[in-house]
């Protein structure tokens, strides 16, 4: 994995976490248990300090950066999708962003909340909790209570990289050909 100390900032990793080897983490970063780093996943904490928090996934080509202004701060059981661009300040438990959105600077997500695939969340942004917002720019479409099919299908979702963080650091064989 590349993990990399910026100056006296040393990225804090907890052993059930599986950060892929073509993930990086820098600086300010704060993993907790049993999250799930997917391959070309970037956490930078050179600005501020980023805080993921357990049983989190963050898909391949996601980038999660901070700034000199907030920390960003990434709940428990969050969904982050493939490529999403997440520059928040706070995305809350049981969040799920879509593949590709972009959540700019200060916005906030509230828990529950599902940014669609592509959606743009302007800066200093908030959301209302268990609510789905999509669009360019990101409106609020409709309710999404704890007994949405949708919401039930996410949190299989989100138990599935909760088990990849033990099966792929068993499982994963680099093949060079």
């Known amino acids: 994995m590349a993990v990399y100390a910026l100056g006296d900032k040393v990225p804090v990793i907890a052993k059930s976490a599986y950060i892929h080897p073509q993930s990086s983490v820098i600086g300010d970063v704060t993993i907790g248990e049993r999250v799930f780093l997917a391959p070309m996943a970037s956490v930078r904490g050179d600005r501020g300090c980023i805080t993921i928090g357990d049983e989190t996934n963050v898909q391949d080509g996601a980038v999660i950066h901070s700034t000199e202004a907030h920390d960003t701060t990434i709940g428990s059981r969050v969904n982050i999708g493939h490529n999403a661009s997440i520059h928040a300040r706070l995305v809350d438990d049981h969040a799920a ?13 509230a828990e529950g909340v599902l940014i669609g695939n592509a959606a743009l969340l302007h800066p200093k942004t908030k959301t209302e909790p268990y609510k789905v917002y999509a669009g360019v720019p990101a409106k609020y479409l409709r309710n999404f209570n704890v007994d949405d099919p949708a919401r039930i299908a996410i949190e299989k979702y989100v138990d599935s990289y909760v088990r990849d963080t033990k099966r792929y650091p068993s499982d994963l064989k680099r093949i060079d050909i």
């Open 97 to 109: 962003i879509g593949m590709g959105a972009v959540l700019m600077l200060h916005s906030v997500v």
